[in-house]
């Protein structure tokens, strides 16, 4: 007879109030390897309960954007000042506070613990790896030089934008089969993206479309081109083909919808496309990873699909569901297809949590 | 002294219930030109009038979608059966029936009537040219062709599909100045463009977006090629270049946005691209066709332009909106763009009345 | 050691294209007590397959109105026409079709099957209960009167309007302990309560609140009555309170929020209402009605809720969320709440399976 | 022969830069007596043209929501600090600020100038009346006590609750003719109505109802009583009939909606009620103020009808659309109706306006 004894590793949540750090708590609740023990914020929430700080000061109102109701075991932890947060003792610290903050704390926590960010502070820094599973692991050797370079223990691992997310998944396997020379993609995006200070107002998008995202179309080109990027000579050599996003906000809650255009490296029929879809991250279920969906891409036949209303939560939130895939007469070896990702769940929160258990079982954590 | 009589031309408006009809309506009440004499619909309609034909017959709701009140002076019309109107007596007839119910009507209308149609029903016959005022006045000779070959005294005349109608608005000027060799266009398109029975199901697309309309993409693509062809040998020859479009419905109201990508002939900059839509319809203004708008195209710098809320009323809904005009760096001379088209004015019957007026204008009515 | 042989009851679904019985498709997947063998629907549908009955002739589009996916078990199915559907071997007929066609089909079936029914044909009928489990369990015995006054072996049963069902649920607790003397209530409706043919636009209801809904307000007022009425030599004697009720449809996809003032026996503090509110249905418990709420009513302390859509789904749909509860200084012994329930899950077809089930435990299917 | 030589009212905005500042300076555009010559808003705007401080520090988004374009005479006008901001030799304040800075520079601007004021920080006070043009005429000899008391010459005059306005215009020609006895009513408001910072999220609203907004019910009550009440020895006794209010928010871009129910004084049919209010105002347009509508009330016989997205803007939102007017079963001598008024219009800045239109016509300014 065997015992096995473990501990769970010891997770702290940074920037706990916001929709991500919201949705990052409700993708830890119940988690077999990770345990949520303490919280951080602004400090405006500072020495707040949890659930008294997801209160607005003057209404009461309840500050809680997840389809899911804040995790129990989370409402009466301290939140604390994340300025100055000693992370000691902890083994994770996921960050999902804006770039300015960013910049400054998660240096600070890299010291001792690995920092999964959602924010794109460190994002086109040489020695961090942006890293997505399925997509990139190899990347995850940066790390290294990372800490070295540093003089860290831990680390900094952000995750891409979330509209980089869902066009990743789905250039890897055209990269790794056919090759990608250029790619044009028009987004869609849902309201729960545009983070939260204030978010977006209904005033603003009710009956309308918004096409402009500051930064967004920026961020997209250079996430895709050194996510797709090969390790050479202890470096990420970012892809060179050129990424042409327009950017727009739908008035939609949530999911990212991405009409997307692929110039291939060699001509295949809308049935080659699918079949690389279909069969990519099947070599990841071996890995067992809590968080991983059952598929990483849901193909979808029926023209009408996907819809982010009806395709967001597919397999938890974690697939990337793809139709309409077909030939595209502009581009040499065009192929075009459209996309439905969750911005919220694998692009962001659960995504860190489902990169943070793909670095624990490479040893990085 | 000189006294100058005239009469308006008599208008018929077939398909008179739907929300193009109604559209029709609107677009011509107090109209210098033109007056509006008959009405018809279906046969459901036919006896009532116009008053009670909007009126669903078991709830007694007003089924009436435009902004617009109804015009007073239509309220008291007899609605007649559009299947064996008599048009004789008048001069032009507005259809705007479904394609199916078109194939039928139109011809029996063109016998004697200029027949300005919203219906895609005769848009890929030889002799039917797809006028859009200011784009391609040259193919108003094939009216001759098609009269001479069918032996009629009228025609008829169909406009592009809405989402058409923006996209060779914007195009007309590029393809004059520096040539156009492809494009790639992704449409989200309001919920008024999708006609009458029943239209899109508030179901389908509160926080949503669909991301195929049937045939959408097609037409397009055709009707673009057709109304940018040159008149060779009295023949529309269509332009060659391949339109890639998705065509997607979003929570809007009214007004279609599309993110267009165009590779030129030369090279041109974002700001020569801006001038020359800013001249562009310069010389229509001598004109003075009653429904045409200030400027044909309006160009915004502000990069959160244009929005269908915000701008698709501009101009009474005939000037095309243009922003986020930008370099691309995919296709060869590659610049991309965002507008808006006000899918229910310019394009489809304010956009019909217009090319009536220059048709009277120059001599076909 | 014992062996329980049981087999499942027989189950038919007509209408089952529809949103409606598309939901009690959804709500009998997998039910341990009830198997569905038999689908039915209008003529158009019959013959097909119901994967092919519930695509768009014309456009290929499914037309599927549910979160969940169409239960596997169903797609090849054949729909039969509904009108002359031979019912023999079937234990309960769930009819999901609108109230003409109701008022033909359903007494067909009733000869021999358990009819539970969404359409509001039967509902005022002297012999025909309208059940609310939990509510007027008291009524069933009316089945009895009906079958030997209509010599049928089945029975019809039709659940009251979407509307009227929270208000019913929420007002017995409060007749029982402190009497109903009048109600006021104006409801704000999802758009899935509207049915079928065509369902509320998108072009009607985004951006808008519509005042009106043909014949709610009236079926609201009478079921109200008819279901908290008492039996009383055989026959249900309605309860006389009048309830004087404004019915709107807000964008929302699915939830009725109801604003509800109610006048009371005696008086009561909102604390007091609160509880009865909390401790209804208790005793309903021991049943193990497998479709049934944990909870009949969730009383909220929080004034932003409820909401429709964080609430609508709560335990599966079946409990109607209550919050808001104050003194109302108008009415005499006055308190306010708002309500929001499940308009197509408790307040229509899961309903009817709950319902169903009821009646398999009461022996009368 | 007579010249008549005028000066147009001096007039600054305060808090120009929020929606309610924004739709005063729409409000004012062209305006045949006040000319805006001052705009002022919160220290972060302070320095900036208006043009600039409408724009969005980081992104650049333009942050303006009327959808009028902005008045081109004000976009070059600097924006001074409200705070501190000197009033001399300006007439007239319009006071859109929050409350909390309403207390502190309202009565600053109050010693030389008329402050019309949309916040709600004065109107409870003894000696300020809550002007309705048209309902509360007699109020404003409160004005007179105001200023002796305080020692100023100028005075603050707010508005009621935007939900407060077209309850009172309905409620005052009610109350002349019938008396009224207590009022239930729920609100379905637009978002724009959630003022500045940041307004309704759309996160929160799309797809929902909201059943709560902090303070509204009790604004409602109170300002209904002193509006409606009667001036005996120089002072507003406020009407003491109970109101009984449920303010919800709707997925609406503009235009509040309420479901209200009346208790009269004596027995009125619909007919009788829809007369008094068709009456009502007829006297007022002798005063020919320019903001005023050619009908306070507009009576609608549909059923369907008032619809915010409809009826929000007729006769310039300023205009109080009334429909389905029936008799009430539950409150004595009971009637009910829906009506639809522009809360940002009539309910705010335009009606600051037309309110000191009036005071200006009766020697107050």
Redesign the interface.
């Known amino acids: 007879m065997i015992f096995v004894f473990y501990m769970k590793k010891r997770v702290a949540v940074v920037g706990a109030t916001g929709?991500a750090g919201q949705q990052c708590l409700v993708a830890l609740e119940h988690h077999p390897w990770f345990e949520v023990v303490r919280l951080a914020a602004s400090e405006r929430s500072a020495g707040k309960t949890y659930a008294a700080a997801i209160r607005d000061v003057?209404?009461?109102?309840?500050r809680w954007?997840c389809?899911e109701e804040p995790p129990a075991s989370v409402l009466d932890l301290p939140v604390e000042n994340g300025d100055g947060l000693d992370v000691s003792g902890i083994d994770i610290v996921f960050s999902a506070v804006e770039s300015d903050a960013a910049r400054v704390l998660e240096p600070q926590y890299a010291k001792t613990a690995a920092v999964l960010s959602t924010a794109s502070a460190f994002r086109y820094e040489d020695d961090v790896p942006i890293m997505v599973p399925g997509v990139n692991h190899g990347h995850a050797a940066q790390i290294d030089t990372q800490r070295r370079r540093r003089g860290w223990q831990g680390f900094i691992v952000p995750l891409p934008n979330c509209t980089t997310m869902g066009l990743v998944i789905t250039l890897k396997p055209l990269c790794d089969r056919f090759g990608v020379k250029?790619?044009?993609m028009?987004s869609?995006q849902g309201?729960?993206g545009a983070g939260r200070?204030?978010?977006?107002?209904?005033?603003?998008?009710?009956?309308?479309?918004?096409?402009?995202i500051?930064g967004e179309e920026e961020k997209v080109?250079r996430e895709t081109g050194k996510i797709l990027g090969v390790v050479r000579d202890g470096a990420i050599e970012a892809a060179t083909f050129?990424?042409?996003a327009?950017c727009?906000r739908?008035?939609?809650?949530e999911g990212h919808?991405e009409?997307v255009?692929v110039?291939l490296g060699t001509r295949a029929t809308p049935a080659d496309v699918a079949a690389v879809f279909r069969e990519f991250g099947g070599d990841l279920a071996q890995l067992a990873l809590p968080s991983a969906p059952e598929r990483w891409i849901t193909v979808h036949d029926?023209?009408?699909?996907?819809?982010?209303?009806?395709d967001r939560d597919a397999d938890g939130g974690m697939t990337t569901s793809v139709?309409?895939i077909r030939e595209?007469?502009?581009?040499e070896n065009?192929v075009?297809y459209?996309l439905v990702s969750h911005n919220t769940k694998m692009g962001a929160a659960k995504g860190a949590v489902l990169t943070a258990e793909y670095l624990a079982t490479a040893g990085y954590i």
């Open positions: 929709i003057k209404t009461g109102e309840r954007w389809l250029s790619v044009v028009t869609m309201v729960s200070s204030p978010g977006v107002l209904a005033l603003d998008i009710l009956d309308n479309v918004i096409p402009y500051p080109a050129p990424v042409s327009t727009t739908a008035a939609v809650l919808t009409a255009t110039s029926d023209p009408f699909r996907p819809q982010p209303r009806l139709g309409r595209d007469p502009v581009l065009g075009k459209v």
